[in-house]
């Protein structure tokens, strides 16, 4: 597997602000993968990012709103921006593992906006 | 494009018991992936099996099985002596077998063991 630290664990923020998550990964990988979980729901790609190339969006995230950086292979940020209340969810990422055809996730993010 | 339908939002079990949870998928891909993860309260998402489409044999880890039947596109997982740690969230996911492609979830089932 692959050990995956996200940070900040949580955060509580004002409407209009922005915040930034971080995907630290202690292996290289090709794909790294940005979900949204909204409360009581299943998870939904936001993104997939790889290294050196602008991240592919999915239909209904834009890159003004969830812009994503991705500088090297072992680490990603998502920032969240102008936000309001519906953004409040946990952020998910996750990578493939090299050779074993399977995704591991980070802790996650709990964002709640007031 | 793929789906993956989990038609049981919420189960429960009693302690030492056996539960089967379901989950139905629709792809015309030939070789993929499925997983089951679990979701426990601290919302990590805890790979708990994973099936290669191209193998017949069922995937077993544990107390954890599946019964995976290609032509239904069934992907059933049954959890063997049920502990109080395996109240979660379930989420049964597709992945294409190019590799480097994001998961489809289902929607969950929230399992509950009870003492």
């Known amino acids: 597997s692959a050990v995956i630290s996200q940070k900040p664990s949580r955060d509580i923020c004002q409407r209009g602000t922005s915040l930034t998550i971080q995907c630290q990964v202690d292996?290289?990988?090709?794909?790294m993968f940005w979900y949204r979980q909204q409360p009581g729901q299943s998870l939904t790609l936001i993104a997939t990012a790889n290294q050196g190339s602008e991240a592919t969006y999915e239909s209904g995230f834009v890159i003004d709103k969830f812009p994503i950086s991705r500088p090297n292979l072992t680490f990603s940020t998502l920032t969240v921006s102008n936000m309001s209340p519906e953004d409040s969810s946990i952020y998910l990422c996750s990578v493939e593992v090299r050779l074993t055809d399977t995704q591991y996730f980070g802790p996650g993010t709990r964002l709640t906006v007031l | 494009a793929q789906t993956v339908t989990q038609s049981q939002p919420e189960m429960s079990v009693q302690e030492a018991e056996t539960v089967t949870l379901s989950c139905t998928y629709d792809?015309?891909?030939?070789?993929?992936?499925l997983f089951w993860y679990k979701q426990p309260p601290s919302r990590q998402m805890i790979l708990v099996i994973r099936q290669e489409a191209y193998k017949q044999q069922n995937a077993t880890e544990n107390r954890f099985s599946v019964n995976f039947q290609k032509a239904a596109k069934s992907f059933s997982l049954k959890i063997s002596d049920s502990q109080l740690g395996d109240t979660a969230m379930y989420f049964c996911?597709?992945?294409?077998?190019?590799?480097?492609?994001?998961?489809?979830f289902g929607k969950g089932t929230r399992l509950s063991v009870i003492a």
């Open positions: 292996s290289q990988v090709t794909m």
């Open positions: 792809t015309s891909e030939n070789n993929y992936y």
């Open positions: 996911a597709f992945m294409k077998h190019e590799g480097n492609t994001p998961l489809v």
